[in-house]
């Protein structure tokens, strides 16, 4: 588990868009020749401005300049031309003075987007209630491409960043920039807060329903046990080559249900032997409390061991099949699974035993017999 603790910094996160695809499928050399013919492939950014006076020229020259400036940015291919440069040289080629300080710069608006060959700036503009009426555009959206390359997604997320402080250096405000791959990117970027949240509320959600049928004490093993099975898995996933991801992480959170079988069926047999044993000394007169917990684990080992390893080993052929998928994401799907049983066996069948013979607290605290008799 210490070690498991020390690789976890080390974990990758996210997925390339390549590792949901057959290994030969047409698409991975697609994506490759990108790479190497053009660095990868090319994305689109949406630059939505909004609560902002077009009216004004000084807003006007700000915008101007802040797409200048993003189209500086390294990882910035170009910025396509804008409704703003197509509108004013539709104004000029009307005799419209649109630099003057007072003139009203949306009037002719409407007009602009009707006529032929200019309508498709109708996307970029929101007019509110309907077009004849679009004197105040709000919000107004831009377009820039980029390059991703071949990268994770969460790499965006830096992108991003720097693109909107490039833009509010530029005195925009109320600007913001989105694009797809930001999305995936987010979700990448909370990955860590969503699995162990995630897992957390799964191991709150066993120990409640152990304690319903076990005392507290072996409750609370159990439930330790399997947060160490993730915990290992967790730090398997470094030298297995897996990322933390959307698929690994469902994994992880299944992997809770799925160890805890091998945890309960070892920690119930010890309950009822122990419970049997010590009716068995009240039926015969003995003295009570002498039941010796390390004697009941054997005995429980002994009774159900052999069925939980053959349990975990039928699991395991069950998902054998998928490792030879010619997917990364269904690859990652078995080397979890099968890490799960692995893990879920080896706590079984030998660190629950050794808690529940040395630190179940029965004789001390929670007997049994006299909370079943």
Same mark, same amino acid.
């Given at each position: &588990?210490?070690?498991?603790?020390?690789?976890? /910094?080390?974990?990758?996160?996210?997925?390339?868009?390549?590792?949901?695809?057959? %290994?030969?499928?047409?698409?991975?050399?697609?994506?490759?020749?990108?790479?190497?013919?053009?660095?990868?492939?090319?994305?689109?950014?949406?630059?939505?401005?909004? %609560?902002?006076? $077009?009216? !004004?020229?000084?807003?006007?020259?700000?915008?101007?300049?802040? *797409?200048?400036?993003?189209?500086?940015?390294?990882?910035? $291919?170009?910025?396509?031309?804008?409704?703003?440069?197509?509108?004013?040289?539709? #104004?000029?080629?009307?005799?419209?003075?649109?630099?003057?300080?007072?003139?009203?710069?949306?009037?002719?608006?409407?007009?602009?987007?009707?006529?032929?060959?200019?309508?498709?700036?109708?996307?970029?503009?929101?007019?509110?209630?309907?077009?004849?009426?679009?004197?105040?555009? =709000? /919000?107004?959206?831009?377009?820039?491409?980029? =390059? !991703?390359?071949?990268?994770?997604?969460?790499?965006?997320?830096?992108?991003?960043?720097?693109?909107?402080?490039?833009?509010?250096?530029?005195?925009?405000?109320?600007?913001?920039?989105?694009?797809?791959?930001?999305?995936?990117?987010?979700?990448?970027?909370?990955?860590?807060?969503?699995?162990?949240?995630?897992?957390?509320? &799964?191991?709150?959600?066993?120990?409640?329903?152990? *304690?319903?049928?076990?005392? /507290?004490?072996?409750?609370?093993?159990?439930?330790?046990?399997?947060?160490?099975?993730? #915990?290992?898995?967790?730090?398997?996933?470094?030298?297995? %080559?897996?990322?933390?991801?959307?698929?690994?992480?469902?994994?992880?959170?299944?992997?809770?249900?799925?160890?805890? %079988?091998?945890?309960?069926?070892?920690?119930?047999?010890?309950?009822?032997?122990? &419970?049997?044993?010590?009716?068995?000394? &009240?039926?015969?007169?003995?003295?009570?409390?002498?039941?010796?917990?390390?004697?009941?684990?054997?005995?429980?080992?002994?009774?159900?061991?052999?069925?939980?390893?053959?349990?975990?080993?039928?699991?395991?052929?069950?998902?054998?099949?998928?490792?030879?998928?010619?997917?990364?994401?269904?690859?990652?799907?078995? !080397?979890?699974?099968?890490?799960?049983?692995?893990?879920?066996? *080896?706590?079984?069948?030998? #660190?629950?035993?050794?808690?529940?013979?040395?630190?179940?607290?029965?004789?001390?605290?929670?007997?049994?017999?006299?909370?079943?008799?």
């Amino acid at each position: &588990a210490g070690a498991a603790g020390a690789m976890l /910094p080390f974990v990758r996160l996210g997925q390339p868009d390549s590792d949901v695809l057959p %290994d030969d499928s047409y698409v991975q050399l697609a994506l490759q020749s990108e790479f190497n013919d053009f660095g990868g492939r090319y994305n689109s950014v949406d630059i939505v401005v909004y %609560d902002l006076d $077009l009216n !004004k020229s000084e807003t006007r020259f700000a915008v101007s300049q802040a *797409l200048k400036h993003a189209q500086r940015l390294d990882w910035i $291919l170009y910025v396509q031309p804008s409704w703003m440069g197509a509108y004013e040289s539709h #104004l000029s080629s009307k005799g419209k003075d649109w630099t003057a300080d007072d003139f009203t710069y949306n009037y002719e608006l409407h007009n602009f987007l009707d006529k032929e060959g200019y309508t498709q700036w109708r996307e970029y503009i929101y007019c509110a209630p309907n077009r004849t009426l679009c004197k105040e555009p =709000n /919000p107004t959206r831009y377009l820039a491409t980029y =390059n !991703k390359g071949m990268g994770v997604s969460i790499e965006s997320l830096t992108r991003r960043d720097e693109l909107e402080e490039t833009l509010r250096g530029q005195g925009l405000t109320n600007v913001f920039a989105n694009s797809q791959d930001f999305m995936f990117a987010e979700l990448d970027g909370k990955i860590w807060l969503l699995t162990l949240t995630n897992m957390g509320f &799964a191991l709150i959600a066993v120990f409640i329903i152990t *304690l319903m049928f076990t005392p /507290p004490m072996i409750a609370w093993w159990i439930c330790v046990c399997v947060a160490l099975i993730d #915990l290992d898995l967790l730090g398997m996933m470094l030298p297995l %080559d897996v990322s933390l991801a959307a698929v690994s992480f469902v994994n992880l959170v299944m992997a809770i249900g799925l160890s805890v %079988d091998y945890c309960v069926h070892i920690s119930h047999t010890f309950a009822d032997v122990y &419970a049997r044993r010590e009716r068995e000394q &009240a039926e015969s007169g003995s003295a009570t409390g002498s039941v010796d917990p390390r004697e009941c684990a054997i005995e429980a080992l002994s009774t159900m061991g052999a069925s939980v390893l053959k349990g975990g080993f039928t699991t395991f052929l069950g998902v054998l099949v998928i490792a030879f998928s010619s997917s990364v994401a269904f690859r990652t799907f078995f !080397k979890m699974l099968s890490m799960t049983v692995v893990f879920g066996v *080896l706590h079984g069948v030998v #660190l629950m035993p050794v808690l529940l013979a040395y630190a179940s607290g029965y004789n001390d605290y929670f007997g049994i017999a006299r909370r079943r008799v």
